[in-house]
T-cell receptor, first 114, second 112 residues
Framework: AQSVTQLDSHVSVSEGTPVLLRCNYS??????LFWYVQHPNKGLQLLLK??????LVKGINGFEAEFKKSETSFHLTKPSAHMSDAAEYFC????????????FGTGTSLTVIP | NAGVTQTPKFQVLKTGQSMTLQCAQD?????MSWYRQDPGMGLRLIHY???????DQGEVPNGYNVSRSTTEDFPLRLLSAAPSQTSVYFC???????????FGPGTRLLVL
């Protein structure tokens, strides 16, 4: 079985301060993990993915995430928030290489305060 | 490439009506899937397909049918719409199973 828990439903940060969005996963198999971003009334865009290569994954727009197997976590970070980062963020898990089903977290809404 | 396209963008149905949500991709992807997005629940998988002629159920399949006659198209059918099917529907595709999914822009469905 696989599942994802996003620990915060809403995060607020000031512009220019660091962003931390937390994700814990559960998987009976070696996982592939993804972070997607959804801007209001838009589709989903891939930020980054982990597929059993390097544990520190760099994505678009300055985001990165670290896969920690011992903690079953895949937290998303960014050193300095920008107004354009305000959006909904989803953590997703599937079985590496063969996953038919993708399991989404319930999402974290990020607000950036000017 | 247009990527993943979905039609219509918005639809209003009455309870009991049927309709088909269209999804197409031009990336020659084998894997396609349908999700529904409801407030506070993330995206939940309805049906998926690993190739033409092959479909299977996801987490919330009841009330929906799919078929995959071509690699490009993966329509989702609502046989008898219910208010509980009011949602935003996303289609996605990936080259193969377990790989990065690319999402369409979504269809917003309201069932009265």
């Amino acid at each position: 079985a696989q599942s994802v828990t996003q620990l915060d439903s809403h995060v607020s940060v000031s512009e220019g301060t660091p962003v931390l969005l937390r994700c814990n996963y559960s998987s009976s198999y070696s996982p592939s993990l993804f972070w997607y971003v959804q801007h209001p009334n838009k589709g989903l865009q891939l930020l980054l993915k982990y597929t059993s290569a390097a544990t520190l994954v760099k994505g678009i727009n300055g985001f990165e995430a670290e896969f920690k197997k011992s903690e079953t976590s895949f937290h998303l970070t960014k050193p300095s928030a920008h107004m354009s980062d305000a959006a909904e963020y989803f953590c997703v898990v599937t079985r590496a290489n063969t996953g038919n089903q993708f399991y989404f977290g319930t999402g974290t809404s990020l607000t950036v305060i000017p | 490439n247009a990527g993943v396209t979905q039609t219509p963008k918005f639809q209003v149905l009455k309870t009991g009506q049927s309709m088909t949500l269209q999804c197409a991709q031009d990336m020659n992807h084998e894997y396609m899937s349908w999700y529904r997005q409801d407030p506070g629940m993330g995206l939940r998988l309805i049906h998926y397909s690993v190739g033409a002629g092959i479909t299977d159920q996801g987490e919330v399949p009841n009330g929906y049918n799919v078929s995959r006659s071509t690699t490009e198209d993966f329509p989702l059918r609502l046989l008898s719409a219910a208010p509980s099917q009011t949602s935003v529907y996303f289609c996605a595709s990936s080259k193969n199973r377990g790989e990065t999914q690319y999402f369409g822009p979504g269809t917003r469905l309201l069932v009265l």
